[in-house]
């Protein structure tokens, strides 16, 4: 049996609420706290602040509302079928595209701000590198293995366990894959609260939703979500490759050029699982 004994399902609006809920109340209690670290000069470590909200808000809430859904603990959070290793092939393949995407898209945005609002966008990208910067960077080995447990290893867990598990499964039982991995996909993206990259998060959100559907275990999509985070870290420290660097040195055609080359990528590996989910269903 599958099922818990509980009488039916959430509605719709309910999960995606809580999904919502839960995000943003990860953002403000690590603010909050933060804010009086600061004020009381409690000397206490954003970065394990940080960690810390995502542990007790994105992970350990998730768990605790989990109880809510008539769903066994495996079913719910995709831990019943083994990890086919081809599932990770198409996660690291479907990566690459994402970056390209990511690479091309941020680069056609620009050209298509307007030139009063250049100055602006300008400072948001600052700002948002300033932030990353003081969340991940540091001086040494300490340092970086702090940014990466910070920074790619509890939030891919954490967030995959509540969209991926979570949100995703629990929209499933009663809705299409499509709508399950638009809506929590959507969301993932948006709560990153970052303008500048919202397009490309949905896209690897709506990607590792297809990638936990059909691998059938939430262990895939953490790795993928660790591997990207943990490269992004990486780049940080020793600076981007040059096929990912500098986005404002890429005309408008090349800029058009990556950005198709990048989704029709990802929508090629996502059109591979769909085919593999398809096959095993004959």
């Known amino acids: 049996m599958n099922y818990k004994s509980i009488d039916k399902f959430p509605s719709n609006a309910i999960v995606i609420l809580l999904i919502i809920g839960i995000t943003l109340g990860f953002n403000l209690f690590g603010s909050l706290v933060t804010i009086v670290s600061l004020q009381l000069d409690l000397g206490i470590d954003p970065k394990l602040i940080q960690a ?40 690291i393949v479907g990566l690459f595209f994402l970056n390209l995407f990511n690479t091309g898209f941020v680069s056609l945005q620009e050209y298509m701000i307007p030139e009063s609002l250049m100055g602006l966008y300008q400072e948001y990208v600052e700002l948002m590198e300033s932030i990353y910067e003081k969340m991940l960077m540091g001086k040494d080995a300490y340092d970086f293995l702090l940014a990466i447990l910070i920074g790619a290893v509890i939030p891919a867990i954490s967030e995959e366990f509540l969209f991926r598990g979570f949100g995703q499964r629990s929209l499933e039982e009663k809705n299409s894959v499509l709508f399950s991995v638009l809506v929590t996909g959507t969301i993932f993206g948006v709560i990153h609260f970052n303008l500048i990259n919202l397009f490309p998060l949905i896209l690897i959100g709506i990607f590792l939703g297809y990638l936990a559907h059909y691998s059938k275990n939430i262990l895939v999509p953490i790795f993928i979500h660790f591997l990207n985070n943990a490269v992004s870290i990486l780049f940080f420290y020793i600076g981007e490759p040059d096929l990912f660097n500098d986005e404002t040195n890429l005309t408008f055609f090349n800029s058009i050029l990556i950005t198709s080359t990048g989704l029709i990528g990802v929508l090629a590996i996502i059109i591979i699982l769909i085919r593999s989910g398809n096959l095993k269903n004959v």
């Open 52 to 91: 810390m909200s995502q542990l007790i808000f994105l992970f350990g809430l998730t768990l605790l509302i989990s109880n809510i859904i008539p769903l066994k603990f495996k079913v719910l959070f995709r831990l019943k079928e083994n990890i086919e290793l081809k599932f990770i092939f198409y996660g």
